[in-house]
């Protein structure tokens, strides 16, 4: 997925919007993410492609149902050689 857009949320979260080549979009949301390298390393890679792992959960917040990521870890991309 590419970072669309990436923001520090309170203390230490990470708020993500990923989207793939297809035009999908996800929001997804790290939490204590800056209590680790995760959340400066994502925060400064808007628009490359990162590896995502988490939870999809139904997210009810805000009085609307949408599907969002719990991020748990992400990795860069290999490049070939």
């Known amino acids: ?18 989207g793939d080549p297809g035009g999908a ?3 997804a949301i790290a939490f204590r993410a800056f209590d680790s390298p995760l959340g400066p390393e994502l925060a400064a890679r808007m628009g490359t492609t990162v ?3 988490g939870r999809l959960e ?13 991020l748990e870890d992400a990795a860069l991309p290999e490049t070939g050689s």
């Open 1 to 18: 997925m590419r970072i669309l857009q990436a923001r520090r949320v309170g203390e230490n979260h990470l708020s993500l919007r990923v």
């Open 25 to 27: 979009r996800l929001d």
């Open 51 to 53: 590896h995502l792992a």
């Open 58 to 70: 139904r997210d009810d917040w805000g009085g609307r149902s949408k599907a969002k990521l719990f």
